[in-house]
């Protein structure tokens, strides 16, 4: 089923961050939202994760979905590793070593048990993509997430994600066409903003 959002309106106080959007997203597809920072974007992906309500507006397409998302920040436990950080969204079903080779193909192959706070930042990042692609998902939400990666880091994990979620819906914010494009399906430029 798509996503569609019908004339969604959020403010705060007196600023009005989405005015009257609507788009549909297609079931299975990607689609990439593209504007200036203070465009609402963020606010749009945290009203479809349920982490903020819209003042006027519905969504349809989300009932029963399981959600998994990378926000701005990495949101990690920095004294934890990153086995264990991405153990607290897996089942305890899930074999160790499948955890070990998701890390492989981030780039991150010996640096499986280092506390995540003395990685680098781009290290945390492919942390927190894997933690989010490990876990069974129908919609993909992304805000940003191949921020502070060098270009070979971002080429591997634009395609670790396309391959993780390979008939999933995903939801990308970028400011950045080219991981837009890279990524496929549909680019759409702004929300209305006051």
Known sequence: ??????????????????????????EG??????????????????????LERADEGRIGG??????SMVFQEDRLCGNLSAISNIRFVCSKKMPKSQIYEELKKA?????????VRKLSGGMKRRVALVRALIVPFDVLILDEPFDGLDDQNKNRMIHYVRERSKGKTVILVTHEKKEAEAM?????????CI
């Open 1 to 26: 089923m798509d996503i569609v959002m019908d004339h969604l309106s959020k403010r705060f106080g007196e600023k009005e961050v989405i005015k009257d959007f609507s788009i549909r997203m297609k």
């Open 29 to 50: 597809c990607v689609t990439s939202i593209m504007a200036p920072s203070g465009w609402g974007k963020t606010t749009l992906l945290r009203i479809l994760a349920g």
């Open 62 to 67: 989300l009932e029963n979905k399981k959600i």
């Open 107 to 115: 780039g991150l192959e010996g640096e499986e048990l280092v506390p």
């Open 184 to 192: 496929g399906g549909e680019i759409v430029n702004g929300l209305y």
